[in-house]
């Protein structure tokens, strides 16, 4: 017979919730850096920089989060990142959020950010799992690990961001206090 014994700290065990708080710190600091922060945004203008300016050239986000007219966001971004020092940044199907679900969370405490990815009102109608499949397979997501020439990444690997992305759903998607 298999006998699970729980980890213990100097506290005592550590319990799912605080596991599943614990994974979803880990969670935000991705979400918080300007690889995903600039693009979830309030408002029209998308962010750049590791210092979250108003994008140059007064782009718009659009009603699809691909950009205005003959603006569109394919125009500079290509699929991948250039090797040329300050060129734009790329990713397949380069685009903010659509308007009508900016899913903005830049600014937002920990908290918020939590209960705006859960609220399938303000996420694009997503499910948990489609925001795991989002996270762990879009291409565009997974650009952000390679940004292009100095450019800084993430603060975790791609694949510890999804495995505490994983460990958060698996505690019950709950949010920090």
């Keep these: 017979m298999l006998v699970v014994v729980p980890s213990r700290t100097a506290v005592g065990p550590v319990q799912p919730q605080a596991k599943a708080s614990n994974a979803f710190a ?11 922060a600039n693009c979830h945004i309030d408002g029209d203008a998308p962010l750049q920089g590791e210092d979250g300016r108003v994008h140059a050239m007064n782009v718009r986000r659009g009603a699809d989060g691909r950009g205005i007219l003959t603006m569109r966001c394919t125009n ?3 699929d991948e990142s250039s090797t040329t020092p300050h060129a734009p940044p790329g990713g397949p199907d380069w685009r903010l959020p659509p308007a009508v679900t900016p899913m903005a969370w830049r600014g937002l405490s920990q908290r918020d950010v939590c209960r705006m990815l859960i609220d399938r009102n303000r996420n694009g109608n997503r ?3 489609d925001l795991l499949e989002h996270v762990a397979a879009d291409p565009l997501v997974m650009s952000g690990w390679s940004p292009g020439f100095g450019r800084p990444v993430p603060p975790l690997s791609h694949e510890v961001f999804v ?3 994983r460990e958060w759903i698996a505690g019950g998607a709950r949010c920090p206090d």
């Excluded at 880990?26 to 995903?36: E, F, G, H, P, T």
């Design 26 to 36: 880990a969670v935000a600091s991705v979400l918080a850096s300007s690889r995903c």
């Design 76 to 78: 500079c971004h290509q």
């Design 127 to 129: 499910s948990l799992a």
């Design 163 to 165: 495995q505490r992305f």
